[in-house]
Structure formats: C-alpha cells, structure tokens
C-alpha cells in the first residue's frame, strides 16, 4: 500500500496509527484528516490530482457522535473499491450492526496495537487479491 488516509480527530491517536503502519507496511504517502470536511477536502485534491487512495483509516467518532458513519457509507458510495477500516472504541452491539450496514474492509477496536492491525491489514491484502483475480 503506497497512499493511506487517516481520519482521526485525536492527534496522538493518528500519530500512534501513523507510526504502527510505518513499522509495518512503510506506506510511500501518510496523510491525515481531523474532521468529515478536511476528509472530503483530501478526496477531492486527490481526485484532481490524478492520485489514488489504496486504504483509509477511519475513526467512528471526529467531531461529533458517529459522524464518521455518514462518511463511510459515502466513501463506499463514491470508491467501492477502496478498504476502509474503521478504528474506533465503539463495541456496543448496536453500533457495530450500524457500521457493519456500511460494509467497511476492517473493525478494529481501540486500544491499537500491532498485531490487530497486521490481522486487518493481512485480510485486506487477500481482499484485493480476489479483486485482481
């Protein structure tokens, strides 16, 4: 994976995401989002740009409540092709099926570590391995 998006309002949390992928998949562009609208402003230039997204990082809760749902469902909206794993420390039960509904690539509950993000990161390689086939 060569251009990741980290949407994460916590700055220490995206800085800790940051450095887990750069330990693990040294990714050629990091780039980071603190908000929906600073987001949407990356998937525009992007687009613009000519450049493509491989995987995005998306935390559940930015600015308000669960606004981060609204963003997944429109980024499996607009790129159905491009994994989204949704970080986050929401597990009740309720909100799970809610994210689920939006069919992201990946959940993982935070506390981050290494190793959940080498278990989703493995998963999403084997994704795209089906696709390409």
């Not at 499996?76 to 809610?98: F, G, R, S, W, Y």
Request: charged fraction near 20%.
């Amino acid at each position: 994976m060569k251009s990741i998006l980290i949407i994460e309002d916590n700055k220490v949390m995206a800085q800790i995401l940051a450095q887990l992928l750069r330990n693990s998949i040294q990714p050629q562009t990091l780039l980071h989002a603190s908000s929906v609208s600073q987001a949407e402003a990356i998937f525009m230039k992007s687009q613009l740009l000519g450049h493509t997204l491989d995987c995005v990082f998306l935390d559940l809760n930015l600015n308000h409540p669960l606004d981060g749902l609204s963003l997944l469902g429109q980024i499996k909206q607009d790129h159905p092709d491009l994994p989204v794993i949704v970080v986050t420390a929401e597990n009740e039960m309720e909100t799970v099926k809610k994210v689920i509904s939006h069919k992201p690539d990946g959940y993982i509950v935070k506390p981050l570590s290494m190793q959940k993000l080498n278990q989703c990161l493995a998963k999403i390689s084997n994704l795209q391995l089906d696709i390409e086939k």
